[in-house]
């Protein structure tokens, strides 16, 4: 594989316009969910990035047949679907790779799935998924091949539907019992289920395939599944994480952008969180103008909580702006405790950031930043350190392009068009 860099200048001034693509998470669940029908579904608004490239991989190994209708637009047909995936490295390439697991019991019973890949920001374990089926009756075993973990999941004879009280607030393991429950004949119930809007989305999907599912929006799902769900066609909602990134990317370099495509309703917190700190910015229907150029940023604490609160997703790039602003930024991530070691490269390229704990981390500010070698750690450290380099005077080199390309599609050639010093070369 070519190890690919970005090269920025950065201290330049952004304008124009940037469209949101389609949410990564909600294409990840929606493309597992077609595993439960053997009629085909036709999904748009395909965000090309390569964790969903990826998913597309895993359904054809699983026994699913993919074409493209276009550059966005995907036909999903899996008529003979298999246990077991043509090939186990494909299921360790992405965390969302756990997802055909509710698809694939609900229809075939049984399963065989790699240990899942993905970002490595702090215990993610798999607990919830399995006590949740548990909760179904279904058995988990875990094994080794070739040093590698793998999981046989076996359903019950009399497989029927149940409720299901989820250990936490789990994003995956919701949509994994929401695509189990809404294959199954008969009612079930999830409790303290997660509330994400790719999980609303993902509901939608599933009542236009045929299932019933009532309590989207709250943490208690009904869901009254069928064994024979019919074939659908959905378009992806937009990337609300995606649309947030731009936003501190604008008011970081202090640039007036708007962004288009936004999915407004779903970031009452984020913009919440502009206004604390000062970004100026106008919401309209479905855009938002950010006019960082007009800001006064100032720090103020910044606390990830579950859906609705804010995004955990989002407390990386919204360090940038803490570089930036007056004062001290408090970044508290009550979810996960792997997501600062981007403070690091930050702090390289002249940000004063200290790390408190594993959940909290104090930003001094404003300090200038300067151009140098960063590396991507995860995907969301990677759109910080763009962001950084693009506030940052001079030039710097971010490795770990792959890590970006995971969930932002063709980052560079979108921030050329707004102005931005961004290309990608192989390093040598």
């Not at 699913?64 to 550059?71: K, P, Q, T």
């Not at 089926?133 to 076996?154: H, I, P, Q, W």
């Not at 999915?263 to 960082?292: H, T």
């Not at 955990?312 to 600062?340: H, K, M, N, W």
């Amino acid at each position: 594989m070519m190890n690919e860099v970005f090269e920025i200048e950065g201290g330049q001034k952004l304008g124009g316009e940037i469209e949101v693509r389609g949410s990564k998470n909600g294409a990840l669940a929606i493309l597992a969910a077609t595993l439960l029908t053997s009629e085909p579904c036709v999904i748009k608004n395909v965000p090309l990035v390569s964790d969903v490239l990826a998913m597309l991989e895993i359904l054809k190994g699983y026994g699913a047949e993919v074409e493209w209708l276009d550059e966005r637009t995907v036909k999903i047909q899996a008529k003979d679907l298999k246990i077991e995936p043509s090939d186990l490295k494909l299921t360790r390439k992405i965390r969302a790779s756990i997802l055909v697991a509710g698809p694939v019991l609900a229809r075939r019973g049984e399963l065989k799935i790699g240990k899942p890949g993905g970002c490595q920001i702090g215990v993610r374990g798999l607990d919830a998924h399995f006590e949740g089926f548990g909760d179904l009756g279904v058995t988990a075993e875990k094994a080794e091949e070739n040093s590698r973990e793998v999981y046989y999941l076996t359903a019950p004879k009399n497989f029927q539907p149940a409720t299901v009280v989820l250990k936490e607030f789990s994003v995956t393991a919701t949509e994994n019992l929401m695509t189990l429950l809404a294959g199954l004949e008969g009612r079930g119930e999830i409790h303290l289920a997660a509330l994400e809007p790719h999980i609303q989305e993902l509901g939608e999907f599933l009542k236009k395939m045929g299932a019933e599912v009532s309590g989207l929006g709250t943490h208690t799902l009904k869901i009254a599944g069928r064994k024979n769900l019919k074939g659908a066609e959905h378009t992806i909602w937009p990337d609300y994480i995606e649309a947030g990134t731009f936003f501190s990317l604008a008011a970081s370099t202090k640039s007036n952008l708007k962004v288009k495509n936004v999915p407004v309703e779903y970031l009452e917190m984020v913009f919440r969180n502009l206004k604390k700190m000062g970004v100026s910015y106008r919401i309209g229907e479905q855009e938002a103008v950010i006019s960082g150029a007009d800001s006064n940023l100032s720090g103020a604490k910044i606390q990830t909580l579950p859906y609705p609160g804010f995004p955990t997703d989002l407390q990386a790039p919204f360090s940038v702006l803490g570089t930036q602003a007056q004062g001290t930024t408090l970044i508290f991530d009550t979810l996960f405790e792997g997501r600062f070691r981007y403070s690091e490269e930050l702090n390289q390229m002249g940000a004063n950031i200290t790390i408190c704990d594993p959940h909290r981390l104090l930003i001094s500010g404003p300090t200038l930043l300067y151009g140098t070698n960063v590396k991507s750690a995860d995907l969301r450290a990677g759109a910080t350190l763009i962001i950084a380099a693009l506030t940052a005077s001079g030039k710097s080199t971010l490795s770990g392009a792959g890590e970006i390309d995971r969930g932002y599609e063709r980052i560079e050639e979108r921030l050329q068009k707004i102005g931005a010093s961004i290309k990608r070369v192989v390093a040598e």
